[in-house]
């Protein structure tokens, strides 16, 4: 069973950065498809952003420009570099695996707060 594990949230001002690292148990491999989402109180989770083996991203408009995903396929890690954050982007923050574009993976989420 693949598992993921979350890491880098915390508080922050807005304006502020933080940035979430995703580790992943098992290899990436060339199909594998990693995501950020987030899930903020009493909304359903979202996409924030995907990136494939090869690097190609995508990103929810919100946060186009201020939100860079990458990967280390050697480390078998996501990062999400989070930049001049807002207080709508408080939310618990979800790595997520798509295998085969059949088998889905999640992480337990990262809590990020961001204050006014």
């Known amino acids: 069973q693949v598992q993921l594990v979350e890491s880098g949230g915390g508080l922050v001002q807005a304006g502020g950065s933080l940035r979430l690292s995703c580790a992943v148990s098992?290899?990436?491999?060339?199909?594998?498809?990693m995501a950020w989402y987030r899930q903020a109180t009493g909304m359903p989770r979202a996409t924030v952003a995907t990136i494939t083996h090869d690097g190609r991203t995508a990103y929810v408009g919100t946060v186009k420009g201020r939100f860079t995903i990458s990967r280390d396929n050697a480390q078998n890690t996501v990062y999400l570099q989070m930049n001049n954050l807002k207080p709508e982007d408080t939310a618990i923050y979800y790595c997520?695996?798509?295998?085969?574009?059949?088998?889905?993976?999640w992480g337990k989420g990262t809590l990020v707060t961001v204050s006014s």
């Open positions: 997520n695996m798509v295998r085969l574009g059949t088998m889905n993976y």
């Open positions: 098992e290899t990436i491999i060339k199909d594998d498809v």
